[in-house]
Structure formats: C-alpha cells, structure tokens
C-alpha cells in the first residue's frame, strides 16, 4: 500500500465540514430576513453529503476580516468541525478579503491546493483562471479552504479536496 493510501485508510471516514459563504448581498439578505438562495452553498453541502461526511454547520458572513475570522474560529473551536470551507471573497475587488482574513490565521499554507485549483481552473475557463486567490492550509489540527463563490469554482474545489481530506487530516494530526 502507498503512503497517502495508508493515510486515507487510516483517517476519519466521517469528517466534519462547516461552510461559510462569504458575501455581503446575501448577508444583507439574510439579515433583513429576504429570501434568497446560496446556490454554492447548496452544491458544497450535497458533495459533501454524497461523499459520506458531515456538514456540521452553514453560515454567512459580511465580507470583512473581522467577521470571517470570528465565524472561522467559532467552526474551529466551537463547533470542532474538521474542516472548513469558505465560498466567496477570493477575488480582487476591494471587497474580497476572505484571504486576507484567513491566511493569517494559518499554521500551514498548502500552496499545492492553490496550484492545482488554478491548474484545473484553466481547463475550463482558460487565463481568468490566475485571477483566483483561492487558498487551503491548516489551523490548530483542522483544514481550511477558500474557494471562489461561484457554484462552478466550487463543484472545482470539492472534486479536489473531498477525495483527500482523509489523508490531510490524518497528516495534519500527527
């Protein structure tokens, strides 16, 4: 057996995912009690749900590094989810700062996740691919993922963490 294939077998088979979407529309909405749909956030949870895990909360949050940390540290120590996804604010206009919120936070940065998203990002949408800033790394034992918001970029990222989790978690544990 490899090794990422004995790390697999031997890591959680039921992992626990929060996600967050990170977007101040639908926050504006959620707070004023208007329907909406979190279309990203509907796919996250059914990937991981077909995948055989749990997706232990949803939330969203205002675009800002206060309120992103604080929604990714109460998933983190609160909620002990394994993981965490965040959707949304990878970009660059001024108000994506779900990066910059979350990296320094990070005990670990996985630059491979960014390199293969972006890689895989291309197939599909060509050079616009490099205009993702979407980040994966560790935080006190726990993974975290930012992903782009749309439904398309996050059908992209699940396909890549969902298989690994296990061997990450395991790895990250040791």
């Known amino acids: 057996m490899k090794p990422h294939e004995e790390h697999r077998s031997r890591g959680k088979k039921d992992v626990s ?5 990170v977007s101040t529309s639908r926050y504006e909405k ?3 009690k208007i329907p909406f749909q979190d279309e990203s956030a509907d796919i996250a949870a059914k990937m991981i749900q077909e ?5 232990k909360s949803r939330k969203i949050v205002d675009d ?3 309120l992103i940390r604080l929604e ?4 983190i120590y609160e909620e002990q989810s394994d993981a965490i996804i965040l959707t949304g604010g990878t970009g660059l206009s001024s108000r994506d ?3 910059e919120a979350v990296r320094p ?10 390199e293969v998203f972006r890689a895989e990002s291309f197939k599909e949408v060509g050079s616009a691919a490099y205009l993702t800033r979407a980040v994966a790394g560790s935080v006190d034992g726990r993974l975290v993922f930012c992903l782009p918001g749309s439904p398309e970029a996050v059908k992209l990222g699940l396909k890549l963490i969902l298989p690994e989790i296990p ?3 395991y790895i990250v544990g040791t």
Not at 72 to 75: A, P, Q
């Open 97 to 99: 700062v779900t990066v």
């Open 64 to 66: 800002h590094k206060g």
């Open 72 to 75: 990714l540290l109460k998933s």
């Open 51 to 55: 995948a055989g895990h749990t997706v």
């Open 167 to 169: 061997h990450a978690l």
């Open 17 to 21: 995912i929060s996600i967050i979407t």
């Open 105 to 114: 936070l990070l005990d670990k940065e996985l630059e491979g996740f960014s």
């Open 30 to 32: 959620m707070t004023k």
